[in-house]
């Protein structure tokens, strides 16, 4: 749902969400205003987050999901793991480059392992651009291993085996028409 105080989707709704149900389905849980970023992304409470500022973009996008959400099935993993939404939370990613990323300038899609609201590691675009989902998920579950102690898998290989990725060309997504 949308608040009227904030920026309307770019992107339709309708078509954007199964790129989030692909996060959503291993345990991401979406910010979706910057007061949600602050709360999680911003808490002093030791906790490692794992951000992913998610894209319409088939081709980074398209590794970066799948990737994130390999990575959450190794046997370290984050504390939390959350998602914004380029393109479609607006207020909430613009919030999170400013406040949290800004010495690292915009990609989407993106991810950085947080603590303390502190970047621990970062991976832009151009770091995701032209791996593979496996290389990209091999060189996360080495990030994990080195900065988490939380256990994994996110869900269970059997609730994994059934994720459906998401794959589209982000220049076929309709813009929203209510903008």
Known sequence: MININQRPPMYDPVAVQPMRDELLYVGFEELTTP???DEVVGAKDDKTVLVVINS???????????????????????DKFV??????????????????????????????????????FALPRHHIEGRTADELSNLLTH???????????????????????????????????AN
């Open 35 to 37: 007061e949600m970023v």
């Open 56 to 78: 319409v973009c088939g081709c980074a996008a398209g590794s970066a999901r799948p990737s994130a959400t390999s990575a959450l099935q190794s046997s370290v993993i984050p």
């Open 83 to 120: 998602t914004v939404f380029a393109g479609q939370d607006r207020d909430a990613v613009d919030h999170m480059r400013q406040n949290y990323v800004a010495n690292i300038p915009p990609s989407s899609p993106s991810m950085f392992l947080m603590k303390n609201g502190e970047v621990l």
């Open 143 to 177: 990030v994990f291993a080195e900065h988490c102690s939380n256990t994994g898998p996110s869900i269970t290989p059997e609730q994994y085996e059934k994720l459906v990725h998401a794959r589209a060309c982000g220049s076929k997504i309709p813009l929203n028409e």
